[in-house]
């Protein structure tokens, strides 16, 4: 695409590095994907920052609602590159993505190629307005742009074969699932048990009364909420004056809370053994926690909790925890003799702290010992309508439309 009058000689280059960068740490592999970047002109997708900032590696924020919370903005570029290669876009595919802005879509443009056909859905028309304007600057008037509420998809020019999301769902869409074509794949940062992963879905069991999808690959990343009538939205509930909170899923309404001020009943303390690089994710152990502990939820801690010694160290994004009406448990670390390794562990408080830190560090240690080291987690999505013994064996939650399945291939 041609979008010389509103490029520059600079911006080219910054493209090209962000690009180079991009490729480097790993997050582009495919050609045609790097390639894409270094075309499409980001920076008048979000025209009121500086050049220098359009190209950084960072999200930029677009929009905030009346109560300061971010509805809209164009996504780090990292985590698109991510998922654009999730999504395996080839020449002549139909695409629809659901959450717009305009940069994605034209990245999609380029992918797709002349023959092929881009979509782009979202709810607000604030950014569906921005996202057309930008589009045509940048060179891209056949990118389709509608204002609609991304649960329902795009029914005008179904079916498609990409179907990519760019905001949080908490569950995924009958009308994406319809919207299939016979091998598509739907990539979608999906929310459960309080953490969100960008799946890649493939399309199963075509030809039967219901259409399942399977995973094919997972990705941690962070996007904002899904708007309109696919919204949903996680339990906080604060402890120990507000310095300390558990993330609860919306299907655990009924989930039981410790008293407030649970944090202040005496510890009890377990310890595992079992030592991550500092450099380690926890995402795969989080998940498996999340599948296996009663009560699961996340604890986050402000800085000053940390410093009072409320609780101990936990990851700034949050840790597994387990909670009761009466009793928490969380999961911590503690320095081993080589600095660049902890030893994992956790801290329970209330009646019932004994077991819950042991059980923890049971689950820390039973994943170490079998799914450590793995290809990590299968996820696969049924519709609600099959009754649940026809569902595979595994961790099941059950959403609005689905049942998911969560299962662990030994490592």
């Not at 520059?8 to 962000?18: D, E, F, I, V």
């Not at 994992?344 to 042991?358: I, R, S």
Request: charged share 20%; hydrophobic share 40%; proline share 9%.
């Amino acid at each position: 695409m041609d979008a010389e009058s509103n490029d520059s000689p600079y911006a080219g280059t910054l493209r090209a590095a962000l690009a180079d960068l991009l490729v480097e740490q790993g997050a582009i592999h495919d050609e045609r994907v790097a390639a894409a970047f270094r075309l499409v002109p980001r920076h008048l997708f979000v025209p009121l920052v500086p050049l220098e900032i359009a190209y950084t590696d960072d999200v930029v924020l677009m929009k905030r609602d009346e109560t300061g919370v971010a509805i809209s903005s164009v996504s780090q570029p990292t985590v698109v590159a991510l998922m654009l290669e999730q999504a395996d876009i080839r020449p002549g595919h139909r695409v629809l993505e659901i959450g717009s802005g305009g940069y994605n879509a034209a990245l999609l443009a380029e992918l797709v190629g002349p023959t092929g056909e881009v979509t782009t859905i979202d709810i607000d028309e604030d950014v569906t307005t921005r996202a057309r304007e930008s589009l045509d600057a940048a060179g891209y008037p056949d990118v389709r742009v509608l204002r609609t509420d991304g649960e329902f998809g795009g029914p005008e020019s179904a079916p498609y074969d990409r179907i990519i999301v760019t905001v949080t769902a908490w569950d995924i869409a009958p009308a994406w699932v319809e919207q299939l074509a016979p091998g598509g794949r739907i990539v979608v940062p999906l929310r459960f048990r309080a953490q969100t992963r960008s799946i890649a879905f493939d399309l199963l069991e075509a030809g039967s009364r219901w259409r399942s999808l399977e995973s094919r690959s997972m990705i941690i990343c962070g996007f904002v909420n899904m708007q309109g009538a696919g919204a949903a939205y996680e339990r906080w509930v604060p402890l120990h004056g507000e310095l300390v909170s558990l993330s609860f899923d919306e299907d655990q309404e009924s989930e039981p809370v410790p008293p407030e001020w649970v944090l202040d009943q005496p510890k009890a303390s377990a310890w595992s053994g079992v030592l991550m690089n500092r450099e380690e994710p926890l995402s795969d152990l989080d998940l498996w926690l999340a599948s296996t502990l009663p009560g699961y939820c996340v604890l986050s801690a402000e800085p000053r909790a940390l410093k009072k010694h409320v609780v101990a160290p936990v990851p700034r994004w949050g840790a597994s925890a387990m909670a009761s009406s009466h009793s928490l448990g969380y999961l911590t670390s503690r320095p081993a003799p080589d600095t660049d390794y902890v030893e994992l562990g956790a801290h329970a408080h209330g009646p019932a702290a004994e077991d819950f830190a042991q059980l923890l560090v049971d689950q820390i240690r039973s994943w170490n010992e079998h799914l450590r080291g793995g290809k990590g987690p299968t996820l696969r999505v049924d519709p609600a309508s099959p009754p649940p013994d026809r569902l595979p064996p595994g961790f099941h939650l059950r959403k609005k439309h689905n049942y998911l399945t969560l299962t662990w291939p030994p490592a």
